[in-house]
């Protein structure tokens, strides 16, 4: 019965005593959560468009935030420009680098695996990984950086609001990433459905065969795709990077990103971001209430029995299409 | 001309079942396991038995096991490495209870505690597929490699959060712990994975394999036709952990010695299924050419800048492994998307017709 009041009541008790510490976990969970989201969603570009399941996501995310930061330093060490004007132009440069990279991918690695069976892109995209952590390492170092926040202009420190008789603490950088990636995510939405490559890319994703007839290059849709999610990888690698350093060990925390996809479902961009604030809410709400039962660390796993427990009444997700299956 | 099964005529039901049914196979395999037991011990050195020859032939044995549910049965796995690890910790465990019991009776019942545990993870297998399955796995994955950590009890409370593994004989002489001899351990782990390998082979090539391989091509099909889903994913989920804990317990004894739960992490699934989808998905043989080529490939790639006189130092040559392995993987996928099998039985098909083109 003791164990059953723990499970059940003592952590509801907690969380009307303290409503502080409650909305601080929440306002916790909502950044880890956007962040997964935001991963998820580069991840749901592609899969739409070119059905790769790219588990390079995370690493790309890594590889930007290091190729940022490891420009920045190559142009700072040379003298070449002073730290405000490097941090921007290293940005542009990644930018660039990001979009070499999707020309890179589509022709080396898609082009001639078009038409394989999934496993085979998603293995592929494993090499891709590899080669990225590899290339990366190889050129900007293998030890860990600090993200080059304050000279991109991004805010530092922490605002404390005073709220349900205590004091809930924010990081402002956390603050700007929220800003950043609604207004990203609002960006997204605007260029799907206004834009006249956005509608191409619409097309791709509804069926492949019939936008090729209609004249459609699916190169080219598969370079944008590519870029446009490596564009996002760059955001949340930078953001990611400001709460933590920037090291290939976050790519672990990319992982974060497979349930998210699969309780949002893998073909949706709405089920990635609901997704990714469920993860995150759920998970930390978890450790934070429910972890001291089990002796804590339950956020390396929880995450994937939240998705669990949804694929069982949905299994293609909150927000996927409906999986028909015919003889 | 050389390899051709003209003139070798089949007199019964059983004769063309079986698994060797050419004269020119079964002579091959003969040869095969000469060499595995008489040249290799004799002329490898104690460094190319123990870091080479048996990590190959325990990845190997996970990597049967991870084709049995992946390439097999078509369910995709990311918990090979957890599953793994089960298998590792019930043979401790096992072993630490009753000491007296010979090391390989218990290094075999561990492979049914993982499979257990796989059957357990495999439920959910049945409403989700696909890609989603994955998440499943991986679930299976992050937990059970916090629980190896989280349980004091499973590492008997070891200070250092390490299991060791402590001296075993069979016929008296050392086959785990620090006296064992690499050649012992060869013996013992290529006499396992011989004999699992068969067995494996039989499995895949009767009722079941045939029952897996209906519902890896379409499940409801496979329903339609009277296999019944929930049996025989089950069943390959439990044999797919047999194998695994199997492989993980041999892996611990046998070949490391000591291990902690980051031993069977995430990465060490990843490497398997690589295996597993290099060497051929549904392929026995190509499991063991994954095997090889992953596990070696990074060994000769490590040593190959110092025996062409090249000074880089270990850290570049570290990133370089990496950025040449994923190179490879990407281009072995775009040479012979079907794995390394499709190779060997292309290379048989020629072997057949020779010296005619076709």
Request: net charge neutral; glycine share 12%.
């Amino acid at each position: 019965m003791d164990i059953l009041y723990k499970i059940f009541i003592d952590p509801f008790v907690q969380m009307g005593a303290a409503p502080d510490l409650l909305v601080q976990s929440l306002w916790e969970g909502l950044v880890g959560g956007m962040l997964y989201a935001l991963i998820a969603l580069g991840f749901v570009l592609i899969f739409k468009a070119s059905g790769v399941f790219n588990f390079a996501q995370g690493i790309m995310m890594v590889f930007a935030a290091l190729t940022l930061v490891g420009l920045y330093e190559k142009l700072t060490g040379a003298g070449l420009a002073s730290a405000g004007v490097a941090a921007y132009l290293a940005l542009a440069a990644t930018i660039l680098v990001m979009y070499v990279l999707a020309v890179g991918v589509e022709r080396i690695v898609l082009r001639p695996l078009v038409n394989q069976p999934d496993i085979i892109l998603f293995m592929a995209t494993f090499g891709l990984t590899y080669f990225l952590i590899g290339f990366g390492e190889l050129v900007f170092g293998g030890n860990s950086k600090v993200m080059i926040a304050e000279q991109l202009g991004l805010p530092k420190g922490s605002v404390s609001l005073e709220m349900l008789g205590g004091f809930v603490s924010m990081q402002k950088i956390d603050i700007a990433a929220a800003v950043i990636a609604s207004i990203m995510v609002a960006g997204l939405a605007v260029f799907f459905q206004k834009t006249r490559i956005g509608r191409a890319l619409r097309a791709v994703a509804d069926d492949h065969q019939a936008a090729l007839s209609v004249g459609i290059s699916l190169n080219q849709i598969w370079v944008i795709v590519w870029f446009t999610a490596g564009i996002v990888a760059l955001a949340t690698g930078i953001m990611w990077g400001a709460r933590s350093e920037v090291s290939f060990a976050l790519g672990t925390i990319a992982l974060k990103a497979l349930p998210v996809l699969v309780l949002g479902g893998f073909t949706s961009v709405p089920g990635a971001i609901v997704g990714g604030l469920i993860i995150g809410i759920g998970e930390k709400l978890g450790e934070f209430y429910w972890g001291p039962l089990v002796g804590g660390g339950i956020e390396s796993w929880l995450a994937y029995f939240i998705a669990l427990g949804f694929l069982l009444f949905r299994p293609q997700g909150l927000f996927g299409d409906k999986i028909i299956e015919r003889i | 001309m050389f390899y051709r099964e003209a003139g070798q005529f089949k007199t019964s039901y059983a004769s063309d079942q079986a698994i060797f049914p050419i004269l020119q196979d079964k002579i091959g395999i003969a040869i095969i396991l000469a060499i595995a037991y008489l040249v290799i011990p004799l002329l490898g050195g104690s460094f190319f038995l123990a870091s080479v020859m048996i990590p190959f032939l325990i990845l190997s044995l996970a990597s049967i096991g991870l084709n049995i549910l992946t390439g097999y049965t078509g369910l995709v796995s990311l918990g090979t490495a957890a599953f793994m690890g089960v298998g590792a910790y019930a043979c401790y465990k096992l072993s630490t209870f009753w000491p007296g019991v010979n090391i390989i009776v218990w290094i075999v019942v561990a492979g049914f505690f993982s499979a257990a545990v796989g059957v357990l993870f495999g439920l959910p297998s049945l409403r989700i597929k696909g890609f989603y399955l994955a998440v499943a796995t991986l679930a299976a994955q992050f937990f059970l490699q916090w629980f190896f950590a989280r349980v004091p009890w499973l590492y008997n409370h070891n200070p250092s959060g390490a299991i060791e593994v402590p001296k075993h004989t069979l016929f008296d002489i050392a086959i785990t712990g620090p006296q064992a001899t690499p050649t012992a351990r060869y013996f013992v782990v290529l006499s396992i994975v011989v004999a699992m390998t068969w067995f494996a082979s039989n499995l895949v090539h009767g009722r079941i394999g045939r029952m897996w391989m209906a519902v890896r091509d379409m499940d409801i099909a496979a329903q339609l036709m009277g296999i019944r889903l929930l049996d025989a994913k089950l069943m390959a989920f439990a044999v797919s952990s047999f194998y695994a804990g199997v492989a993980g317990a041999m892996m611990v004894f046998l070949w490391l010695g000591a291990a902690e739960p980051e031993a069977f992490n995430i990465n060490e699934s990843f490497l398997l299924l690589f295996m597993v989808i290099i060497g051929g998905l549904g392929s026995l043989i190509g499991s063991f050419m994954g095997a090889a080529l992953i596990h070696i490939l990074p060994i000769i790639l490590r040593a190959l800048p110092a025996a062409l006189g090249l000074t880089i130092g270990s850290a570049t040559v570290e990133h370089l492994t990496f950025m040449v392995t994923g190179a490879l993987i990407i281009f072995f996928l775009i040479v012979e998307p079907h794995g390394l099998a499709r190779l060997w039985q292309i290379g048989k098909q020629k072997l057949r017709v020779w010296p005619f083109p076709y």
